[in-house]
């Protein structure tokens, strides 16, 4: 995938929000006992108050917490001299008024760590870099010093500095923090990123390093002055204390939240420490071992992936910084604060339940920027898959079936023709009449996907195409085969020679997982596992071994491989017009798609990219559920989708889709000291170590994308892991050679008959 950077500048003017606005829009959060509101709701709830941040900035490297100011050390990059700048900030968070201090660092250096030093000073960690250039101004070597820099809060005059290279460095050549931390004696904590932890007193002497026996996660000090990490168990995540006496790491916290995913500690003023997790905030005490939620993320209308930092003020007020990022790839800094308030304060909103497997940063995104503006209605979440999935599943299956229905049904994760055959859908059609949408401007192909008997029952707003390529050398001009070509065309040859990375799983979501109604009819019940496609299929996949050995992948790329014939097929898909030509240029000659085998010969599948939703036909809120779904194919937002680079998916939307063609079709030109214009590339994308320049494309490459996106109508990728469980069990005495592949054909048979029979 190709990375570009952006540059962008904050603005210096401060936009408060009035008190009016921020509490129609208020987030609705759990805190404390009792329903203050008389309507079910807690008794407290906390409401965000969002503000433009008083600096300009474009990369906030380090931040150091000091009562209500906060230090940060930022970047800057200016477009005139072409460099970037370091700042360091002191920023008063009750007045919301940002104090550029006089400290500068030389060029070429970074900060790598803050914290607030024992005796009211500012501890820093700087990287003081050097590079030697040969005459062509490349570099040639490179030095990188690290250093102790005390700095005063008041001014940012420096008032000492040491050398602290070998001390963490140890016996490698490079000093590298990842995490920094000062106690209360003063003692400084450097985590190298690994497994050490580098201590050093305040007189910046050596004291210990103490192995951690494991990555850490996360390391801060708590407010009584301890400093704590976190690492992975067999549980989740750990919450441990530094022994510094015992020169080793202390038992877990008991009570700690645990878990998976992004969570991190910070000092706490009302406790030991802040939580911050992908779910929000809670204030835990290390001394009882209580732990007690303070607010989700959602219901404050916060995107956790987009949270940085986050603190606690004297008057019980808790702070986020957060960068946000638009589909664009544009990213601004907020300061946002969190006042608890009586819920009885707080207009209520009519809330529609969005239950999803796990829910995508696009959704999460609309989602925040509906609850932010409409007066209305309110999107409340549900994740059932968070901790086990198959639980998780099992729960929405019940809820879908009763009064616990969500109101819109993310499929990301579920196997969409499954439900649709249940009549748990609505029909989205007529709410698209209602509304003044016509079908007609969207690609029909891809509703047809979502349709049963020309009903609607699912919207995706982008989308990719999920295939299988090969040389049309080798396949001939054709956009997709039948079983039977497929199993043909590889009969014979060896099985490291079809696809990369081969399995015996791979080959079941080749040959079928990807092409699940052809063996299951969820409309009749009718099941079709002892066919000979089936019995072939088996015998096909017991060539491959039951788990790929990546130990045995040789050097030799991808591109090699495919040109030299040593693979024939590779897995993919296809997300923008620039991975096409990425595509033709790893084979090095004209391809073909001819997807996943069906009897039609259609195996392009519609794969989303942004999420996918349907409504419940449960719903007792459709015509806000609806509001809310229909923003997805408005044209501001399919719009929205169109980037530079491509690679986020195709809108659904025809002019949209048009739009990013003509986008893709647009020359670059570089012009020389003469005032000459030559054509240049618009990015570079790669494939392992194949790399390739990606120029503006052909009017003959854009129509072989618009021929391979209609050549896709149906949806792909999520099946039953029950159904999948009851192939992979039943096939393995065949593959032990304890059974022929016609009898364990007819056992998955008969146990996936039964599934279907007590699941329509």
Known sequence: MNEFMQKFIISKNIIFISAMLFILSAALSGCGKGGGAGDGRPEYVYVPEYVEMDMECDYISSLASSGDDVFLSVSKWDEETGFTTNYLYRYNMNENKATRLSLELPENSDVSGMAPGADGSLIMIVNNNTFEMDEEGNVKDSKSIMEIWKVSMEDGSLLGSQDITELVAGKSDYAYVQHFCVDGQGNLYLSDGDNCIHIIDKEYKKVCDIDTGDWINNMAASKEGDVYITSYGSEGLQL??????????????????????????????????????????????????????????????????????????????????????????????????????????????????????????????????????????????????????????????????????????????????????KGIFEDLYPYMEKTGMDRQDFLGNVLEAYEVDGKLYGIVPCFQISTCMAKTSLVGERSGWTLTEMLDFVEGREAENIFDYGSRSSIFYYCIYNNIDEFINWETGECFFDGEGFIRTLEFAAQFPEEFDYNSVQEEGTSSKLRSEKILLMQGSISSVQELQMMRGLFGEEISFVGYPNSEKLGNLVQPTGGSMALSSKSKHKEGAWEFMQSFLSEEYQDSLISEHGGWGFPVRKESLEKQFEQDMKEEYYEDEDGNKTRQSKT???????????????????????????????????VDEQLTNIITEEAEPFFKGQKTAADVAQIIQNRIQIYVNENR
């Open 240 to 421: 441990k204390k530094v022994d510094l006496a015992g020169k080793k790491i202390g038992d877990s916290v008991a009570g700690a939240p645990s878990g998976y995913g992004n969570q991190s500690y910070y000092t706490g003023v009302s406790g030991s420490f802040l939580h911050s997790s992908s779910g929000g905030v809670s204030r835990v005490d290390t001394a009882s071992g209580t732990v007690e939620t303070l607010f989700d993320w959602l219901d404050v209308d916060i995107n956790s992936d987009y949270v940085n930092y986050v603190g606690e003020l004297s008057d019980g007020r808790i702070w986020a910084i957060t960068r946000n990022y638009e589909i664009s790839g544009s990213a601004t800094n907020e300061l946002v604060f969190f006042t608890r308030k009586p819920s009885s304060e707080v207009p209520a909103k009519e809330e529609i339940l969005y239950g999803t497997m796990w829910i995508g940063s696009d959704v999460k995104r609309n989602i925040i920027n509906f609850n932010k503006t409409n007066q209305t209605y309110r999107i409340k979440v549900k994740e059932y898959g968070n901790d086990d999935y198959q639980a998780g599943l099992t729960q929405l299956n019940a809820d879908m079936t009763t009064g616990n229905c969500p109101d819109i049904i993310g499929l990301d994760g579920l196997d969409y023709n499954q439900y649709a055959n």
């Open 684 to 718: 570079t994308w790669g494939w392992d170590d194949f790399e390739m320049e990606i120029y503006a494309a052909t009017p003959e490459e854009i129509e072989a994308v618009r021929e391979l996106i209609a050549s896709a109508n149906k949806t792909g990728g999520n």
